[in-house]
């Protein structure tokens, strides 16, 4: 039996175990919609209040489950506002499976009422994407597409699909997408890279571990922590590699980048060999490359070849999914234990906290720090809650200061930097795993980009907790005005809202907290709230996140203040 | 354990020189956008581009010639074989492919009027052809490389005005003795990642 085009798309989401929808509808995608309306008791559909929350949210749900991500928007500006979160989901590796509509295929290139040339728009800031003009096209376009967004380096696919195409008639045979002949997408494992890599691992004297999101993307968490014991070597992690590693873990060293942690991208100079796994050598890791690891060997484990050399040189290459290779590499690996090295960045953190941790968490401004209040929830949660962040300064201390213990439970914009991002993503990540708890933390510029975001979250009823460290403030922004442009702070004050008195409006519970002494019950009321709450800290005005390795500078010249 | 020369980017690396990429993909609308994009995107130009089918239905070639460094021209195949849609691409330097380009040349019938011109440097020293005789124009055409072209441009402009002037794309195959089509077979059974063929 023939069904619809518009039938076709969601019996193809279903039998790709797609359970939940983000979406905004419109005239271009009203087909799908009015299919969709029959199957409302297989598939979950969450209407978000911009298509922006609706791919911010799919990203979230992704990134907590590991499951793409599947949002739904109408043709032209509906297509147009997916196109940050694209942008997102493609440098942050996120698998998403966008579907728009499109004008009826006879009016394209015509300039027809909410026509855009989405395909071409989308093109640099997808893994994939294709326009579908007939029905006939859907089933096998649909699984080519969860195949590719979800294989491999994972990233974002789009579909455009025309209203006639979805009117129109077709046969439904569902054939999940196993292999493309122009798309390899598991790179096979060297084992001749392999006993290359394992000769320098055994010899080196200082080796450290840089752990990125591909161990997490690949599960490689395990294997990963077996391959630092048997070896001794000391982890460090990237912004998107936080949580794959225990924080307590006794190996484990530290964050990298701008503001992580002292001793990891200090020592970074002093190492004598680099095992990169998964990750890619962003800037703000890396500083000046021209004097970073200039004393180290490098391994470069990683799934996408274009990431091989394309920042730092490698001295051994292994092109394959990180678990494989660290399967591979802990069966030759030679026992060690780099005890003394290990110390050296104790060290370091005991610097670290004298002049910068002690005061920060424990009280010494007027007002409550950022970090005093990331460092009781982190408390009070056992670090076992999903942490969903913005972008900002909240952002760099929620990295820092929340101690996570179970892998994929740091969501956050990290390649594109994109404020707006945590509210609609921490919906997605509560639906992605609504066993956990998940908690937003943003700054009040970040919130007020997507605070629309507040309708969803009360409609459905979405249990997250949502902190504002409401510092009056673009805070990053205004912390580089004051340490590089003279304390001239252009345009980054701002008058805020009653966050409260809106949030109110939203019928969300919520609550302000300003003094010290309060902390505690409040935080406590906050997480143990059954249901969704926003709670909006009034935090020191000009606090600085450090330490800090300038812009452009090079890791060795971390500051402390 | 001090760093290896081996590994280190080697200064001839840096040096800018010419360049043949050539690119098998799938037919498919907006590629050549796509693989403009990420060119675009580096500010590295493309003197030369070709696109057209091969002798396998369904694929097509890119021939693109750029001007860059080594280092930079990996990177950027890198990014091309990252498309899902291509199916291969090669990085050539000169000496690793046969290549041609074509040119036509419009001029006025009155160029018969010099004597032996035409037979003389047309035919015999360029290696051009006569494609077509008009009541009041000709035109020449003429394959070679683009200094070749160039030089018979400059030559006829002495004789007179050229009217019209057109030269195509590179077109280029590499002189490994490879079948396209074993390839394409290889690669629809291989698991293997394509940098590795
Ligand atoms: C969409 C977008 N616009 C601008 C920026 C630049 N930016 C980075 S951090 C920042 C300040 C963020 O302020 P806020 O949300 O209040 O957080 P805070 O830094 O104060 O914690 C800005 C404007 C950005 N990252 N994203």
Known sequence: MNISGSEAVIKSLLK????????????AIMPIYDALYNYVNKINHILTRHEQGAIHAAQGYARVSGRTGVCFATSGPGATNLITGLNDALIDSTPVVCITGQVPSNLLGTDAFQESDVIGISMPVTKWNHQITNSSEI???????????????????????????????????????????SYHPYPVLKSEKIN????????????????????????????????????????ASTLLGLSAVSCDHKNYVGYLGMHGNYGPNLKTNEADLIIAIGMRFDDRVTGDTTKYAVNAKIIHIEIDPSEI??????????????????????????????????????????????????????????????????????????????????????????????????????????????????????????????????????????????????????????????????????????????????????????????????????????????????????????????????????????????PMVPSGESVSNIRLE | MKKKGLYQLKKSDNKIKEYTLSVLTEDKAGLLNHITIIFNRRKMNINSLN??????????????????SLESATKVVKQIRKLVDVLAAFLYEEHEIYYQEIALYKLSTKIFLKGDLVEKIIIRKYGAKILKIEKDHIIIQKTGTKVGTQKLYDELKKFGEILEFARSGRVALSKKKRKTVNFIKELEKTKSNKLNI
Not at chain 1, 162 to 170: C, E, G, I, R
Not at chain 1, 202 to 228: D, H, M, R, T, Y
Not at chain 1, 344 to 365: A, H, P, Q, V
Request: net charge positive; aromatic share 8%; glycine share 8%.
């Open chain 1, 16 to 27: 790709e175990n797609v359970d939940t929808i983000f979406g905004y509808p419109g005239g």
């Open chain 1, 139 to 181: 089933v096998e376009i649909l699984s080519k597409a969860f195949y590719i967004a979800g294989s491999g380096r994972p990233g974002p696919v789009l579909i455009d699909i025309t209203k006639d195409a979805q009117f129109s008639k077709t046969k439904f045979r569902y054939k999940k997408c196993e292999k493309i002949r």
């Open chain 1, 196 to 235: 290359d890599a394992a000769k320098i691992i055994n010899q080196a004297k200082k080796p450290l571990i840089l752990v990125g999101q591909g161990v997490l993307l690949s599960k490689a968490e395990n294997e990963l922590i077996k391959f630092s014991e048997i070896t001794g070597i000391p982890l």
């Open chain 1, 309 to 546: 050399d394309k920042i730092i040189k490698t001295d051994v290459a292994i092109n394959a999914d990180a678990k494989e290779a660290l399967i591979d590499l802990n069966k030759i690996v030679q026992k060690n234990s780099h005890e003394k090295w290990i110390n050296e960045f104790r060290k370091c953190d005991k610097l670290e906290f004298d002049k910068i941790i002690n005061k920060e968490i424990n009280g010494s401004y007027d007002k409550l720090s950022m970090a005093e209040v990331i460092h009781k929830i982190s408390e009070f949660t056992k670090g076992k809650s999903i942490i969903v962040t913005d972008v900002g300064q909240h952002q760099m201390v929620a990295s820092r200061y929340y101690k996570f213990k179970e892998p994929n439970s740091n969501i956050t914009s990290g390649g594109l930097g994109t404020m707006g991002f945590a509210l609609p993503a921490a919906m997605g990540s509560k639906i992605g795993n609504p066993n956990r708890d998940v908690i937003a933390i943003i700054g009040d510029g970040g919130i007020q980009m997507t605070i629309q975001e507040l309708a969803t979250i009360s409609q459905y009823n979405i249990k997250v907790k949502i902190l504002i460290l409401n510092n009056n403030f673009l805070g990053m922004v205004r912390q580089w005005q004051q340490l590089f442009f003279d304390n001239r702070y252009s345009f980054t004050e701002m008058k805020n809202p009653n966050f409260n008195k809106i949030t109110d409006g939203y019928r969300i519970k919520n609550k302000k907290l300003e003094k010290r002494e309060d902390l505690d019950k409040v935080i406590k009321e906050f997480i143990e709230y059954d249901g969704p709450y926003l709670l909006n800290v009034i935090v020191e005005k000009e606090e600085n996140v450090f």
């Open chain 2, 51 to 68: 696109v057209s089918t091969t002798e396998i239905t369904g694929v097509s070639r890119f021939t693109i010639v750029v001007h860059s």
